[in-house]
């Protein structure tokens, strides 16, 4: 199945805020409020930001938050720091097929 | 604090297969609802979802993979292990275990450091 779609890339300057989209269908981002977003460093491991659309686990900071409209999903980072600067994936419950879990292609965050 | 670590050969040659195995550290492996999953990521690209095994043994594989993948669980050593035949280059990726809880959307919340897996001969 085809892969949910993010920009490749976004950029922003300390202290703004910047918002990563992640479009599917009604069979996974739509139809469903079962939105992962992952962070990923060079050469580390992706790490859990944002689950349910909108949760954010223990120890994530505030600063990132997710939403969902129709069939789109967003990543919202606000109060940008050099540290954010990574990959970001989103992922998605699907009902599509027996897999039922598919990623994003990932988008590039650059803070400038 | 629960601890993954992938380990296996990081050159295999083409046809051959693949096996990983993926140690678990900090919590049993049996107890609990998650399932134990494996993930790769090629160089520069995105993240690819391989399968996942439950504490029951249920297993779930990528329809695109499925043909050629295995994944079981060794509970006696806490360990899970991936196995995906007749490889080719296309296989080559960094691959990494994880654990998603067994809950709708199956978030990932801790995954191995990963392991760089090369197919060629």
């Known amino acids: 199945q085809s892969a949910l779609t993010q920009p490749a890339s976004v950029s922003g300057s300390p202290g703004q805020s910047i918002t990563i989209s992640c479009t599917g269908t009604?069979?996974?981002?739509?139809?469903?409020?079962?939105v992962s977003w992952y962070q990923q460093h060079p050469g580390k491991a992706p790490k859990l930001m944002i689950n349910d659309v909108n949760n954010r686990p223990s120890g994530i900071s505030n600063r990132f938050s997710g939403s969902k409209s129709g069939n789109t999903a967003s990543l919202t980072i606000s109060g940008l720091q050099a540290e954010d600067e990574a990959d970001y994936y989103c992922s998605s419950y699907t009902s599509s097929s027996t897999s039922d879990v598919i990623f994003g292609g990932g988008t590039k965050l650059t803070v400038l | 604090q629960v601890q993954l670590q992938e380990s296996g050969p990081g050159l295999v040659k083409p046809s051959q297969t693949l096996s990983l195995t993926c140690t678990v550290s900090?919590?049993?492996?049996?107890?609990?609802?998650?399932?134990w999953s494996w993930i790769r990521q090629p160089a520069g690209k995105g993240l690819e979802w391989i399968g996942r095994?439950?504490?029951?043994?249920?297993?779930n594989y990528n329809p695109s993979l499925k043909s050629r993948v295995t994944i079981s669980v060794d509970t006696s050593k806490n360990q899970f292990s991936l196995n995906l035949s007749s490889v080719t280059a296309g296989d080559t990726a960094v691959y990494y275990c994880?654990?998603?809880?067994?809950?709708?959307?199956?978030?990932?919340?801790?995954w191995g450091q990963g392991t760089q897996v090369t197919v060629s001969s």
């Open positions: 900090g919590g049993s492996i049996s107890i609990g609802s998650y399932y």
């Open positions: 994880a654990r998603a809880s067994a809950v709708p959307g199956m978030p990932i919340d801790y």
């Open positions: 095994i439950y504490t029951s043994g249920s297993t």
């Open positions: 009604s069979s996974d981002v739509g139809g469903y409020t079962y």
